[in-house]
């Protein structure tokens, strides 16, 4: 059975970075997409990044474009992001979650979901 785990969540003060990690194993199917999703406290789960894995090719909710990137590591079934420059609203549960096809926003289209790894980032 296949899982996602994320890591790399902490507290951080506005202006400090983390880099967070999921890890994939036990899939029949290579990942099509992955996505950084986030949701903050009484709030619905927002998409922050995605990448394709042919491509490489990473997308951006505008909120954290120049702040935060994504990216692969084939070899280690890890996707990664970079979180820089963080401010206050970037506080939340950090999911990444896989496609088995497509590369969209749109949750539904994701298959398998991590357990999530919160990030507090504080004034």
């Known amino acids: 059975l296949g899982q996602l785990v994320e890591s790399g969540g902490g507290s951080v003060q506005a202006g400090g970075s983390l880099r967070l990690s999921c890890t994939a194993s036990?899939?029949?199917?290579?990942?099509?997409?992955m996505g950084w999703f986030r949701q903050g406290p009484g709030a619905g789960r927002e998409g922050v990044a995605r990448?394709?894995?042919?491509?490489?090719?990473?997308y951006y909710t505008d909120s954290v474009k120049g702040r935060f990137t994504i990216s692969q590591n084939d070899a280690k079934n890890t996707v990664y992001l970079q979180m820089n420059s963080l401010k206050p609203e970037d506080t939340g549960m950090y999911y990444c979650?896989?496609?088995?096809?497509?590369?969209?926003?749109?949750?539904?289209?994701?298959?398998?979901w991590g357990q999530g790894t919160q990030v507090t980032v504080s004034s």
């Open positions: 990448i394709w894995r042919a491509s490489g090719n990473p």
């Open positions: 979650a896989r496609t088995s096809w497509g590369c969209s926003w749109n949750t539904g289209s994701y298959d398998s």
């Open positions: 036990g899939y029949s199917d290579s990942w099509a997409c």
